[in-house]
């Protein structure tokens, strides 16, 4: 079959499976392993799936397992898998030619949610200053404070600084400490850039777009998807914040030893990488059950659409919310700020939900018999590998071959896309020319 007759979802399907695949070939090579030895193919495999998928779960130590080699196919994995294979594509073509053809504009519109043809050149010009920028940016402020302040050679804080810019922006979560960034608890000079980047990046490209092009050019008024995602951000966050502040400030394995206002930066932090980021600053399989199932919450939400977040995104979440706020009102339309919120966009909405718990659902139903790891514990690694969020208990590397394959599997469904995957699978879209007759089933 020719290139040009797929459907743009099974391309984008493929090109992230041909990366994963490449990126296994090149973790198995003696030279990415610290003692140069050949990785297992498992190992391999999951973590380019997890570095692809910009998630951050990891069965080996990121710092000590692989080399300075192997360390660099990683960022440059998640890296690519931030940005977006026809992203990618893209801007080489821009950068090749100065223009792209046709059916690259129309793959990159599947990948970035753009909303017309003609937006396309503009998100990807977008998706590429903003992330050069933040990450050189978060680099520099990050390689200063290791240097000055810890007292690291300059190489290695150069190194140490951008690998974690490049996973704070791509909220991949991977880290070349084995504690995350536990060992920066108190310190504002790093969590705080860590926490702009992850935000910045889980925002989603076209609200970057809207807030840097279109404000430029005074437009009166956010769209109403920029005014979900950022005001929905804004409230998960802080929400997050205040719960996990409340159920932990007396822990004693997480923020009970500390001062009060590390105890406010730890929470936020924690409530602001919940969302997809994957870092944490303090010990997660130590959380309390309160803050566990609030975890579960914010994970299975994420950050926004078309941006390196992953879960079911906050458009997707605060939709739903307004189906059922107009339902109990009694509105015969969804309304927002004057507007109405097409038919198509609940459905499609409700679909990545349900599509969404279901995946989790089978997804436990395969891992429980596998394992005789505690019920929540598992429940926690499914809905973090599904979210791409990359936050774990400590159970990774304990999974049964198995389990990996599943967490494995659930990592690539979250970063594609449960719609987009099912579309590609079912490639057959016929339009029908004709409507049954409606009937009323009973519901509730």
């Known amino acids: 079959m020719k290139i040009d007759t797929l459907h743009s979802s099974t391309i984008l399907v493929l090109s992230f499976l041909t990366v994963i695949l490449m990126g296994t070939g090149l973790l198995m090579m003696p030279l990415s392993h610290a003692k140069g030895e050949v990785t297992p193919f498992l190992t391999a495999l999951f973590t380019s799936t997890s570095a692809v998928c910009v998630t951050g779960l990891v069965v080996v130590d990121t710092g000590t397992y ?19 294979m026809m992203t990618s594509a893209t801007l080489m073509g821009l950068l090749v030619s100065g223009s792209i053809r046709l059916r690259t504009q129309r793959l990159l519109q599947a990948e970035t949610h753009s909303l017309a043809l003609g937006d396309v050149k503009s998100v990807a010009k977008v998706v590429f200053w903003v992330t ?44 070349t400490w084995s ?6 608890v108190g310190d504002a000079y790093v969590l705080v850039p860590l926490m702009l980047a992850i935000i910045i990046g889980g925002l989603g490209f076209p609200v970057l777009q809207e807030l840097m092009v279109e404000r430029a050019q005074r437009k009166p008024k956010w769209s109403m998807h920029a005014v979900l995602t950022i005001w929905g951000s804004i409230a998960l966050i802080l929400g997050g ?22 105890k406010g930066l730890a929470a936020l932090f924690t409530s602001v990488s919940a969302r997809t980021a994957g870092f944490n600053a303090v010990d997660i399989g130590g959380l309390t059950n309160e803050s566990l199932a609030l975890h579960f919450a914010l994970m299975f939400i994420g950050g926004g659409s078309a ?19 107009n339902e109990i009102r009694g509105n015969p339309d969804v309304e927002f700020r004057g ?23 089978l997804a436990m139903l395969l891992i429980l018999p ?26 990774t590397a304990e999974l049964a071959p198995g389990a990996q394959f599943v967490v494995i599997a659930l990592m690539f469904i979250g970063r594609v896309g449960v719609v987009t995957l099912a579309v590609a699978i079912a490639t057959n879209q016929l339009r029908r020319n004709y409507r049954y007759p409606e009937e009323k089933p009973i519901v509730g």
Request: neutral net charge.
């Open 66 to 84: 692989w080399s300075s080699t192997g360390q660099g196919i990683i960022m440059a994995l998640f890296q690519l898998g931030g940005f977006g």
């Open 132 to 175: 050069v920028v933040t990450e050189l940016a978060l680099a520099a402020v990050l390689t200063l404070r290791f240097g000055l302040s810890y007292g690291m050679p300059w190489t290695e804080a150069l190194w140490h600084g951008l690998f974690h810019s490049v996973s704070a922006f791509n909220n991949a979560g991977f880290s």
């Open 179 to 184: 504690d995350s960034v536990m060992r920066f």
């Open 241 to 262: 914040t205040l719960i996990i502040f409340l159920t932990e400030m007396d822990n004693p394995k997480t923020l009970g030893p500390m001062a009060w206002v590390t």
């Open 307 to 325: 941006g390196t977040a992953g879960g079911i995104k906050v458009t997707t979440f605060f939709v739903l919310v307004l189906v059922v706020w």
């Open 339 to 361: 507007r109405r919120i097409a038919e198509p966009v609940q459905r499609q909405a409700l679909t990545v939900v349900a599509l969404g718990s279901m995946t989790i659902a």
């Open 370 to 395: 596998m394992t005789t790891l505690p019920y929540e514990k598992v429940l926690f690694e499914v809905i973090s590998a599904f979210a791409t969020v990359g936050l774990s208990t400590g159970i």
